[in-house]
C-alpha cells in the first residue's frame, strides 16, 4: 500500500469505495481522520473491520475493491461497524465482454536472465521435485497401500521421525510399570529428535501416495474426473513415474485413465506399473511384484539431475484458506503482483475457486483475451450456481465463521479480496475440473473454496509450486507439489511458525509495498523450486490430496 491508499489505522481499497478498513483496533467515540475527511466512529471496529463512510439508506449499495459487496439490511450512519447484523450478501450481475484488454506489465528485466535448477521431462515440462507415486484406482485398494506406504517409507529413508511414537512409547512403559496416577500430568522427556534413515536415493525427493475414497459406488462422471485428476497426476512434471493399483471390477478402469493420460500427452512416455488384484495369484503376490518393480522404477528415478530451466517453466497455484479482513490488502495482491511477474516471463498461474469470484466475474470477463475465452468462464460460473441452487444452496454460504470473525462479512467482499490472488494480467485461459492447463499467464480454473480440494486440483492441472495465504492458520500441502503458506498478518507468523514460510504482515504495518513484498516472493518461489529450500508443509509432510466429486462443495 502506498500513503495515498492508507494511514496507519485505516485504508480505503479503492476511490469508488464507502467503506474504509481497520488496520488496528477502533474504539467507539474515536474520530479517524482519513483523506481530508472526519469519521466519528458511532460503534468499535475490531482490526479487519469495516466501518461504513457515508449515510446509507436500507437496501443501499456497500462497495469495496471498487465492487459491490454487499447491501444493507438496515439505515446506516456514518461511523457505524458493519456486521453480519447490517449487512446481507449482494453481488453485481455479469455479461459478455465488452471493454477492450489494455495490460501494461511489470518490469522485469532483472528476472529475464533468471534460472531455477529443475527436473527435465521428455515431454518438455520441467519439475520442481523429483517423485515417484503409488496411486490406487478404487477405495478397496486403500489398505495394501498403506503396506507399500509403510514398507517403502520407512526402508528408504523418507519416513518422518517417529516423535510422538516416542512419546507413546513413554507412557505405555509407565502403564506397564503400575504409574497409572502420572499419566495425566506426565511430561515427555526432552530428547533430540531420532535421526532419519539415510536416503537410499538421493535424487528422489521421495515416494508419494495418493490414498483417496473414490473410484466406485459414485456416477460415471465421478469415476471419468477420478482417473482424469490421477492422469494429471501422472502427467504432472514433479513426477516420474506412477504405480497404479487396481481390483479390477470398479467404475474407475485402467483403460479410463489410459485414455486421459493421452489426451494430456498424445507421446507419453513415463513408466506406469499396473497391479490389478483380481487378476492376480494373490494379494501377497501382487504386493511382492509391485514392490519390486516400483524399486527398480526408482533405480531409474534416481537418474535424474536438477538442471537451469526458463521461470517460463514455472506454474504457479494461487490459493487461500483460512482468510481473514487483510487477505485482500496485503497477501492476495502480493502473489498477484508475483503471478504478474511470472505472466510477463512466460509462465502460468493458476487463479481457482469459482465460488470466492462471485462478484468479480465481470472484471474477469473484461481481462480475458478472447471472447471465447470469456463465454467459458461465463457458462462454467453459471453452471457451478445452477449446481448449488439445485440444492438448496448458494455462493453466499461459502464464508466460513471464522472469515467472518474476522472481517469477511459475505461472499462478495470475500471474492473481492481472494481475486486479488490473480493480480492484473491478461485471462489467456479456463479451465474445467480437471483439465490439464497449456496456456501461458492467468488461467481460471473451476474448483469449489475448499482448500485441500482446490489444491489438489491446482497440481492435477500442472502447478508445480502453490503459493497459499492465509490469515487464520492452515497447514494445507500436496504430496507432489511444494505449497508455500503466506500469512496476512505477522501476528499469525509469529503464532504459528512452524506452518508459514513468509509473513507479508509488514505491508499492513507500511513497512514494506505489494510490489516488494512479491518480488521476494517470487525470489522464495525460485529457491523452492530449486529445491534449495523446503516448505514447511513439506517439512510436516503435510501430503493432503482429496479429489473434488462434482457434487456442491464450496
Known sequence: MTATESSKRVVRLDPRDNALVALSDLRQGERVNFAGEEYLLLSDV??????????????GDVVMYGVLVGQTAEALRRGELLSTRNLRHAAAAFHEK??????????VSRWRAKTFLGYHRADGQVGTRNYWIVLPLVFCENRNLSVLKQAFEEELGFAAPQVYRRQVAELADLYRRGKTEELRKFVFAECAPALARAKVFGNVDGIKFLIHEGGCGGTHEDSRNLCSLLAGYIHHPNVAGATVLSLGCQHAQV?????????RDPNFSKPILVFEQQKSASEAAMLSDAIRETFLGLVETDKAERRPAPL?????????????GFSGISANPAIGYAADLLAALGGKGILSEFPELCGVEQELINRCVSNSVAERFMQLMRDYAARAKAVRSSFEMNPSPGNIRDGLLTDAMKSAGAAKKGGTSPVTGVLDYPEYSREAGLNLQCTPGNDVECVTAQVAAGANVVLFTTGLGTPTGNPIAPVMKLSTNSDLARRMPDIIDIDTGGIISGETTIECMGEEILQRVLRVASGEMRTKAEMLAQDDFIPWKRGVSL
Not at 465488452?98 to 518490469?107: T, V
Open 98 to 107: 465488452k471493454k477492450a484488454l489494455h495490460w501494461s506489465p511489470p518490469d
Open 312 to 324: 517460463s517453466q514455472i506454474c504457479l497455484g494461487l490459493k487461500c484458506g483460512g482468510s481473514d
Open 46 to 59: 475490531p482490526a479487519k473491520h469495516k466501518f461504513i463512510t457515508e449515510d446509507l439508506p436500507a437496501d
Open 255 to 263: 483403460a479410463i485413465l489410459q485414455e486421459e493420460i493421452k489426451r
